[in-house]
C-alpha cells in the first residue's frame, strides 16, 4: 500500500511554524526592550575629562555610570559619583567624591576633612589640602544635599567653590562605575595602603 503525501494533515506542522514564529518575535521584543531599557536607564558612558579625579581616574579615562545604582539606596560617602547641576550654565558632567552626606555638617581646618566636627579617615590616597574655600567655615547640608570633592585636592573644582557648591540628589546622574580603560571598578582605584 502506497502512503498518500498529498492527503497528509499540514495543520499541525503549520501550527507548530506559527507558534515558532510568534516565539522567536516575543523574543527579539524583549532583547530590544532590554537593550533600550539598559542603554537609557541603567547605563550611560562618558569621558573623565581634566585632572581632578587623579590618581583615580586620569584625563581621558573612559568611565561607564551606573545610573541604576541609586534607584533603592542613596549615594554612600567615598562614592564616586557623576552629576550635572540643572541650574549651571555649563552642559559638561562632573565626576566627584562623595564627602559629606545630608544633614552633616563640613569644614576643612588644616588641611584635613571634618564631618560634624570629627577628623574624616580617608580610604584613598590623597594630599593634603592647601584651600579650604567655602568650607573653611563650616558648611551644614540640607537634607538633600551632599558635599563631594575631587581626589586631586588641589586641583579640583567642587563643592569648596561656589561654582559647584553643594550637589543636590536630584542632579546626581549615578555612580562611576568602571574605568573602561585599563578594566577596573572605580571603587577599587587609588586605595589607601595601610600604614
Partial sequence: MRYDFEKEDKGPVIKK?????IIWFIEIAVVVGLAYFVANYALEKTV???QSMENTLM???KILINKFAYVFHKPKRFDVIVFKQSDKEHSYLNIKRVIGLPGETVQIKNGKIYINNELLKEQIAIDDIENAGLAEDEIKLDENEYFVLGDNRNNSEDSRFANIGNIVSGDIIGKAWIRENGFSFINKLNIRKEE
Fill in 48 to 50: 573623565a575629562t581634566g
Fill in 59 to 61: 584625563d581621558h579615562d
Fill in 17 to 21: 511554524v506559527v507558534i515558532s514564529l
